[in-house]
């Protein structure tokens, strides 16, 4: 190899160091690598900017801002009392409900957002409880991750996946993501009400106090709600149509999210925009370039060419290869960087005699999603709990963590093998 490929090597593997250890921010270690990249003349800035995918980031600053204006309203806060009561406000079966709710929430707005607004919800149940919401916490985790499977825009690899390959529609995601979702789902929540049904009570005259409450009392501005459920509406009506509209998916979420913001004057606009979740924009912006820097060099070329020796190029190994490799990696590593790295390289093995790459795109999404749930630090969701719940004095350790997160990793993956297997290749 050249010396720009061994030096964009280096910088790709220190950057990952760094975010693996948490020493440094993720942005900054990502936006710093990705400028090195170009300040070291591995590539150009007009090359670095063309690697840049503007439409996973259009999607995510869309979805935050439509969100986060709709979380003003209250809506969630009505959503956790209903279903609380719903639940006849037993223990156990709020666990269950919130995380059902989780996963529906995480498949239709994305994973990170769903678990911002769904924390402080179970934190405000569990305290007129009085239960431990740890149990909850690392339920939802699980459901967010799970549920986010489910759709394009559901957690951050679909939405790079979908991105990246323009053939592959919103209604495909949810074609052949959402039933082996649906059954991961259905078997990780019996388990997990196993092993907390015994940790998780309350008393009688907790439940009574909960059952008095007024869920409609938690939606506070009933006009802005009536907007926000239009738009959100129209914005996911617009993803199911957006291939026979000819718009790509992060037009019709920033679309959706400014004639919201139209809709509810320039008061929203200054407060929206400061809330959407920067760090995470330019923690993807590092990542592209630095990526970029692997594709420009060859090395993801030699990779994808390696990756095809092993498996001899049969379908069936190399889909299996890549499920379980994403799997591994994603639960020790972050899934995000790890998705940018394989994306190039599966578009690579197009070129290598694979001519049908849909099982390898699958594979890739599955691993990569499920595979957030195996560690503390395996999705951006997973982190995002964690410091909320750290913060309100219920600290998770990775510990406690991977004993329940990793065993239904691997139970997730197996139902996802022989999924992937009877559906695409047999």
């Not at 919130?98 to 607004?117: E, H, K, P, Y």
Request: aromatic share 8%; charged share 10%; hydrophobic share 55%.
């Amino acid at each position: 190899m050249e010396q720009q490929a061994y030096i964009a090597i280096a910088l790709f593997l220190v950057s990952y160091a760094f975010i693996i250890s948490e020493k440094v921010h993720r942005t900054v270690v990502a936006m710093l690598g990705g400028l090195l990249m170009v300040f070291l003349g591995i590539i150009d800035q007009e090359t670095a900017v063309h690697h840049i995918d503007f439409n996973t980031l259009g999607l995510l600053i869309g979805m935050m801002i439509l969100v986060g204006v709709t979380a003003q309203t209250g809506l969630f806060n009505f959503i956790a009392v209903w279903s609380a009561q719903k639940a006849k406000a037993d223990p156990i079966r709020i666990l269950v409900y919130l995380s059902l709710i989780t996963a529906a929430g995480s498949a239709f707005l994305d994973n990170v957002t769903t678990v911002l607004l769904m924390v402080p919800v179970t934190f405000s149940i569990t305290r007129q409880l009085k239960v431990n919401p740890l149990p909850y916490l690392i339920s939802e985790i699980l459901a967010s991750n799970i549920g986010g499977t489910a759709t394009l825009i559901g957690d951050p690899p679909n939405i790079m996946i979908g991105s990246a390959v323009k053939e592959l529609s919103f209604m495909d995601f949810i074609v052949n993501l959402a039933p082996v979702a649906i059954l991961v789902m259905a078997a990780t929540v019996p388990i997990l009400v196993l092993v907390y049904r015994k940790s998780i009570r309350t008393t009688e005259d907790l439940k009574a106090q909960l059952m008095k409450a007024k869920a409609i009392d938690e939606i506070g501005d009933v006009i802005l709600l009536r907007k926000c459920l239009t738009m959100l509406g129209l914005t996911i009506m617009g993803f199911f149509l957006h291939q026979l509209l000819h718009l790509e998916s992060a037009v019709i979420a920033l679309g959706g999210a400014f004639l919201l913001l139209l809709l509810t004057g320039e008061r929203m606009l200054e407060d929206m925009l400061v809330k959407v979740e920067w760090t995470t924009i330019f923690f993807f912006v590092g990542l592209f370039v630095l990526v970029a820097g692997l594709i420009e060099t060859g090395v993801i070329a030699r990779l994808a060419d390696a990756a095809m020796n092993l498996t001899g190029g049969n379908l069936t190994a190399t889909s299996m290869l890549i499920l379980w490799m994403s799997a591994i990696a994603s639960a020790f590593l972050d899934n995000i960087p790890f998705v940018a790295t394989m994306i190039p390289m599966i578009e690579e093995m197009g070129t290598m005699g694979i001519n049908d790459l849909e099982p390898l795109w699958w594979s890739l999404a599955l691993g990569a999603c499920f595979g957030g749930n195996g560690t503390l630090i395996g999705a951006s969701a997973n982190l995002i709990v964690a410091g909320l719940s750290g913060k309100e004095g219920h600290p998770i350790t990775f510990v406690s963590y991977l004993k329940i997160g990793f065993p239904l990793m691997l139970l997730s993956m197996v139902i996802s093998t022989g999924y992937v297997y009877l559906r695409y290749l047999i």
